[in-house]
C-alpha cells in the first residue's frame, strides 16, 4: 500500500482583529483547498458572540469542564488568553493528521509554538498583521463586541503578539481583504499543496504586503 501523504498543519496566528476569522473562512471555501485543509474547532470559556453557534466556532465549555478536560490530556494545547482558556482537542487533530488530511489551526502565538515544537518540520505558520496599530483599534471599536476594558486588555497583548511575527515562515499585512486572501491562498496552495493557488508565482518566505 502507497505511504499516506504527510499531512501539514497550517497554523493562523494574528492579533484579534487583524481579520484572521474572514481570511481563514475564504480560504477554507476556495474550490483548491476543499477537502485538503480542515479546520479543526477549538474549545473555550469566553463567552459566545451574537451569530457563534456551540461546535462551529467553538466549544464553548465552563471553566471547571475545561480544566477536568486539561486534566484528562484531551488538549494538544491549551494556554489562557484574555483571562479565558483556549485550547485545540487532541482527537480529532491527530485523527486528521494520521489520515494524511492538511489541518488549520487558527490559535495564539504561544499555543502555535507548542504545535510546531509537537509536529518539527510539519507546521507551515503564518502571521496576519492589520497595516497599523491605529487600524487595529479601530477594527475592534467598530465590532462592538468588546468592553472598554477588554478592548484595552486586547490592544496590549496585540502589541505583544506582533513581537511574535519573526518566528513565523509568513507574515501577511492585511490592509486590503482581497489582496490578503490571494496572498494567503498562494502561500497555502504552494506549500501544502505543491501547486500555486489562482495560477500565480508562488510567494518567497518573508513578509507579503
Ligand atoms: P477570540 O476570542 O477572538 O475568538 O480568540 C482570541 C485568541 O485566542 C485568538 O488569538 C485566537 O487565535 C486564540 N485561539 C483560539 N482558539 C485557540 C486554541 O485552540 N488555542 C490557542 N492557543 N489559542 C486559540
Known amino acids: 500500500m502507497p505511504a499516506l501523504p504527510k499531512a501539514k498543519i497550517v497554523i493562523i496566528s494574528g492579533p484579534s482583529g487583524c481579520g484572521k476569522t474572514t ?7 476556495s474550490p483548491a483547498l476543499k477537502g485538503k485543509l480542515v479546520k479543526t474547532i477549538s474549545a473555550t470559556t469566553r ?15 465552563s471553566p471547571q469542564s475545561f480544566e477536568e478536560k486539561i486534566k484528562k490530556g484531551y488538549f494538544l494545547e491549551w494556554q489562557k488568553v484574555f483571562d ?9 487533530a491527530q485523527a486528521l493528521i494520521n489520515k494524511g488530511t492538511n489541518v488549520l489551526l487558527c490559535i495564539d502565538v504561544n499555543g502555535a509554538k507548542a504545535v510546531a515544537g509537537e509536529f518539527p518540520g510539519r507546521a507551515l505558520r503564518i502571521f ?14 467598530a465590532r462592538g463586541s468588546e468592553s472598554r476594558e477588554t478592548l484595552k486588555k486586547r490592544l496590549n ?4 503578539e506582533m513581537r511574535e511575527a519573526v518566528n513565523y515562515d509568513h507574515v501577511i499585512v492585511n490592509g486590503d481583504l482581497k489582496k ?4 494567503l ?22 513578509t507579503a504586503t
Open 84 to 92: 479565558h482558556y483556549y485550547g485545540t482537542p487532541k482527537k480529532r
Open 47 to 61: 463567552q459566545k458572540r451574537p451569530g457563534e453557534r456551540h461546535g462551529r466556532e467553538y466549544l464553548f465549555l
Open 157 to 160: 497583548v496585540a502589541r505583544r
Open 23 to 29: 481570511l481563514h473562512k475564504a480560504l477554507l471555501a
Open 128 to 141: 496576519i498583521k492589520p497595516p497599523s496599530m491605529k487600524v487595529l483599534a479601530h477594527r475592534l471599536k
Open 180 to 183: 490578503a486572501l490571494g496572498q
Open 185 to 206: 491562498k498562494k502561500i497555502v496552495c504552494s506549500e501544502v499543496l505543491g501547486v500555486s493557488g489562482s495560477g500565480g508565482r508562488s510567494l518567497s518566505r518573508g
